[in-house]
């Protein structure tokens, strides 16, 4: 473990280039800070405010820029340009959505509990914010390097449950909470196969903090990993609810969600908070499977993160686009049936690898792959014969099924083929009419 | 020990993005499973088949065409065959061959609407759904280079129709032909193999071919049920008998069969216009006013003329009384009789099911409610 | 539940990712620099130098080119073009229309002795808050006075200004569609970017030389 690494932080080095010689800084050469002696508390104050000033800002920042992309990305999905009206190539779109948000009327319902119907966005919005405190957006810009760092993005992400719940119940609507109720089964359902398959990664790494994961990856864990980053791509996507999962946004489903009571900016956080959830995800992503900033030498450590980044948010963008949706029995089905035993599988298939080669060599983590890729494939083909129903694969009409017979005119070989007999009808054609010379007067 | 359950009635009223217009379904649903269904339609009612009793028999034309707004040239051609009939016409070949090109090519644009909303109820976010209505896009920029106007044309007039194609029709009629085709196969291409469209379709709202015999269903959900019933074979009219298409059936009566069948149909269009175009020959579009004149009075009496429309059997019933008017004029709206097997779809489906199986049914308000 | 159709759609996304928009963004368009310097017809550095202000605003993404939508010369518009010499007041078109909102009146009055007596066309009202632009009026018309237009954005703030009277449409531009008057078709007659002023070449039937009048009106009688 390399202590300048771990000690290397942005809020340490903002706190130690403003306190100087105090204690904890002792470590680093900083021998003048910028403020006299005794005033650490005022350090400690500037430096929290300057990185809740900065992450805040950016991620919403981020955020903004985010929704702009995924619509303009729907766009070119669907050969059509998307919104490019307000300011360059449409960037301020999201600024006068977030200004149409915040003149419509907040209105709060008469049955609620009003404490906590305010506090449900708040508690939605503070997890999705709290998860960028361990990403380590670049070399030596992250907030906190705890060493439980995927344990903690764990146990924050599943606080959303809390709140989808609390939103619900909250607004004293019965639809809503049968709407909320789907949902946190959803939710529920798929923590365990995402956090299950982190568990190979952890493994590999040998720790849980998100810097040694980075540290460890010589090469990218989606290549060792296949199994995991398929089953955390997809139980991801569903802890977003997202496509193909959006099925308590869905408008043609029920016909109020747990957020129907929802009015102007309260909606309007709940909203960000899904975007904000979308960035951490792929965030998280890039950072234990793609290797985080990770890269070769002349291009900056913030520029791949970021490159990274962006593929991870447009492979979540396309499968939004292209997927229809999945009722709520076959997602439960797939997240127990399916997901569940492909992170078993890892997990058996990643210990037994590491007992046979025990040191964190790069040849190990070629063999793995080799190993680990063909293991994927099976597995995957296995669980999905034993998910699906047979016949499901088949779009053609069974050929051997009978097609009813009509009881009037039989016409031979009554199947799908090509006519070829006139077909005798019943009606009179037109022509056949007496009369077609027809003296009318008049015009 | 038995969980008491309570079962809720939700109102999907009429303004709803996935109810194919202005309808309102009032569903009772116990958990997940639907247990009555209750539909209250008539919100877009204005009196056609009153109106029509007031206006002359071309002037109907154009009330025809807003009954079922996304297939007007077929609401069109049954008019006219009614009134042809009613009135002893003989249409002009070569009017008869333009308004089955342009028939067959609303199927198309129809159908491609029906499978697009339908993709969209199941959740695809508007990617199948843009897919489609690009295509009908270029169909009705043909519409428009035919008749002046995308969707409510009126292009038909007794005997034919009212003005021959331009120059620029064929050549544009042509590449189109290709293009519909490209985006069929990339329709199918897309959906039918993807597993979840699968899972969300095959299986769900099954109904049985004597079911749907006995509640006079006719169209693409018959046809999704192995019953061998296209009006274009069994009593074709203008020059079906001239042209050779496949009868699409498909045995298992669920929405995916519905939908399958739907696509392949307007395959069969396309080869159908095909056809019409290599057979169709110059000459008038439309008889001349010295025997048909434009006021037309057809002597007393009655008709009822159906064709398959691209929602089933589309027909009209005129009497006549021997003035410039109809009697009274009844439309045969598809739609409306295939919604009438609504309950037996949905009762006892899921609730996620509701919308898939009612987009699969494509109807049409402008028509039900006329 | 997995197999080979999920990929094949992606695939089928990804392929229409990379093909053009098919949007057409009527009214205008934004540009950027190349678009603009295009659009004036000029190099683009040329541009940067003559038209700082301009340049800049297109590459702030503020620039618009207008875009006209391709429309047919048949398409039936929201107005009418009316040749009121060829009218006779014969109220063929109002006895055509299915709503009745055209209201025609007109009172006897020697207006062209050298054609005989003729009607003179008082009131010529065609209400298109109410039209449904079927062009069974332009059907009707025996004289080819009126025909369908092209245009289709006549939105006003004050409904009353939708009952076109005669004045207006005698001052209107005259872009006949060539909706149900094959005679344009023939001639090849862009009703976009041409006008058809002279009310003798909007006819089906060629008017006869003055000559050839004078023989028949004057000299054989």
């Not at chain 1, 070769?296 to 913030?302: I, K, L, Q, T």
């Not at chain 3, 009146?105 to 808050?129: C, H, M, T």
């Not at chain 3, 069974?136 to 080819?144: K, Q, T």
């Not at chain 3, 449409?169 to 008057?181: D, G, I, Q, T, V």
Request: glycine residues 8%.
């Amino acid at each position: 473990m390399d202590p300048t690494f771990l000690d290397n932080s942005l809020w340490r080095n903002i706190y130690c280039n403003l306190a100087g010689d105090s204690a904890g800084c002792a470590a680093r050469d900083y021998s003048a800070g910028m403020l006299p002696g005794g005033m650490e508390w005022l350090a400690f104050a500037l430096a929290a405010a300057a990185i809740i000033g900065l992450f805040v800002n950016g991620i919403l920042g981020g955020v903004i820029v985010l929704i702009w992309g995924e619509r303009r990305l729907f766009g070119r999905f669907q050969n059509r340009t998307g919104p490019n009206r307000w300011g360059p190539f449409g960037m301020l779109t999201s600024v006068a959505d977030a200004i149409k948000t915040m003149f419509k009327e907040d209105v709060v319902p008469k049955d609620a509990d009003r404490i906590l119907f305010n506090l449900a966005p708040v508690m939605i919005a503070a997890p999705a914010l709290l998860v960028f405190a361990v990403i380590p957006f670049g070399v030596g810009t992250y907030v906190a390097d705890l060493n439980v760092g995927v344990l903690f993005i764990m146990a924050v992400t599943s606080l959303t449950t809390l709140a989808v719940l609390t939103a619900a119940w909250s607004s004293g609507n019965r639809i809503a909470i049968l709407s909320a109720f789907r949902s946190v089964a959803l939710l529920i359902s798929y923590e365990i196969p995402m956090a299950l398959a982190l568990v190979g990664v952890i493994m590999l790494a040998g720790s849980m903090s998100l810097g040694q994961i980075i540290q460890a990856q010589s090469i990218p864990f989606i290549l060792v990993q296949p199994l995991a980053v398929f089953v955390f791509f997809i139980a991801a996507m569903a802890e977003m609810a997202r496509a193909p999962f959006d099925l308590t946004e869905a408008e043609s489903e029920l016909a109020a969600g747990y957020l129907n009571d929802y009015a102007s900016m309260k909606f309007g956080i709940f909203f960000l908070a899904e975007f904000m959830a979308e960035i951490s995800t792929s965030a998280i992503v890039t950072v234990l499977f793609l290797g985080g900033w990770r890269g070769w030498e002349p291009v900056p450590s913030h520029l791949w993160f970021g490159a990274k980044l962006i593929l991870v948010l447009f492979v979540i963008i396309w499968f939004r686009m292209t997927l229809p949706r999945l009722r709520i029995d076959q997602v439960l089905k797939l997240a127990w049936k399916g997901l569940f035993e492909l992170t078993l599988i890892n997990i058996v298939v990643t210990a037994v690898l590491i007992a046979i080669w025990p040191e964190p060599t790069t040849t190990r983590l070629w063999i793995m792959a080799a190993v680990n890729w063909p293991v994927a494939i099976i597995s995957i083909w296995a669980v999905s014969k034993l998910l699906g129903t047979p016949g499901y694969d088949d779009p053609q009409p069974d050929l051997d099924a009978p097609v009813y017979p009509v009881a009037t005119e039989q016409i031979p070989g009554s199947a799908v083929h090509v006519s070829s007999a006139p077909g005798t009808g019943t009606q009179d054609r037109v022509s056949g009419a007496a009369d077609s010379h027809i003296e009318q007067g008049g015009n | 020990m038995a969980i008491k359950t309570q079962p809720v009635t939700v109102n999907l009223g009429p303004q709803h993005p996935s109810t194919h217009g202005v309808f309102r379904l009032r569903v009772m649903f116990d958990g997940e499973e639907i247990v009555d269904v209750e539909p209250v339609f008539g919100y877009l009612h204005r009196g056609s088949e009153k109106l029509a009793e007031e206006r002359t028999y071309t002037q109907i034309v154009t009330l025809t065409d807003r009954m079922d707004y996304v297939s007007p040239m077929l609401n069109n051609q049954a008019y006219m065959l009614a009134v042809e009939k009613l009135a002893g016409i003989e249409p002009s070949p070569r009017g008869v061959w333009l308004r089955m090109i342009a028939a067959e090519l609303q199927r198309v644009a129809s159908h491609l609407v029906a499978t697009g909303f339908l993709l969209q109820d199941l959740g695809a976010l508007g990617t199948p759904l843009i897919y489609a209505m690009r295509e009908r896009e270029n169909i009705l920029d043909l519409f428009e280079m035919l008749c002046g106007a995308r969707i409510t044309n009126s292009y038909l007039r007794p005997g034919g129709v009212f003005m021959d194609a331009p120059a620029e029709f064929w050549t544009a009629l042509d590449r189109e032909l290709v293009d519909i085709v490209n985006t069929l196969d990339e329709l199918e291409e897309y959906l039918s193999g993807n597993e979840i469209v699968f899972s969300r379709t095959k299986g769900t709202a099954v109904l049985s071919p004597e079911l749907l015999i006995n509640a006079s269903i006719t169209g693409p959900m018959l046809r999704a049920s192995g019953v061998d019933w296209d009006l274009r074979h069994r009593n074709p009219y203008d020059y079906y008998d001239r042209i050779e298409f496949k009868r699409i059936l498909h045995t298992a009566s669920d929405n995916y069969a519905r939908y399958w069948v739907r696509v392949q149909e307007a395959r069969e269009s396309v080869k159908i216009v095909r056809q019409c175009i290599d057979q169709i020959e110059p000459g008038p579009v439309r008889p001349p006013f010295s025997e048909v004149p434009r006021l037309i009075r057809p002597p007393v009496g009655d008709a009822y003329v159906a064709i398959e429309g691209s929602k089933g059997e589309l027909g009209f019933y005129i009497v006549s009384d021997g003035g410039i008017s109809p009697y009274r004029m009844h439309v045969r709206a598809p739609s409306l009789i295939n919604l009438t097997l609504l309950r037996d779809m949905l009762i006892g489906g899921l609730f996620g099911d509701l919308f898939v199986s009612f987009g699969s049914i494509d109807l049409n308000m402008g028509e039900v409610d006329r | 539940m997995i197999g080979l159709g999920l990929p094949r759609g992606f695939l089928v996304t990804l392929k229409n990712f990379f093909r053009t928009p098919v949007t057409v963004q009527y009214p205008d368009r934004h540009v950027g620099l190349f678009g603009a310097a295009k659009e004036a017809g000029m190099n683009p550095f040329r541009f940067l130098v003559k038209r700082p202000g301009d340049s800049i605003k297109a590459i702030a993404g503020l620039a618009t080119v207008p875009v006209a939508l391709e429309q047919s010369p048949r398409f039936r518009g929201n107005e009418f073009t009316f040749y009121e010499d060829r009218c006779t007041a014969c109220a063929s078109c109002a006895k055509y229309c299915p709503l009745g909102i055209i209201e025609i009146v007109s009172v006897p009055g020697k207006i062209d002795a050298q054609e005989g007596e003729s009607y003179k066309l008082e009131v010529f009202d065609i209400d298109i808050g109410r039209c449904m632009f079927c062009g069974l009026c332009v059907e009707a018309c025996p004289y080819d006075a009126l025909h369908m237009g092209t245009k289709f954005e006549r939105s006003t703030y004050v409904r009353d200004e939708l009952v076109l009277n005669l004045a207006e449409l005698n001052a209107a531009e005259k872009k006949p569609s060539s909706f149900y008057r094959p005679q344009f078709e023939e001639k090849a007659f862009d009703p976009y970017t041409e006008t058809i002023d002279d009310h003798h070449d909007a006819g089906r039937h060629e008017r006869p030389s003055d000559e050839e009048l004078k023989k028949k009106w004057v000299d054989e009688r």
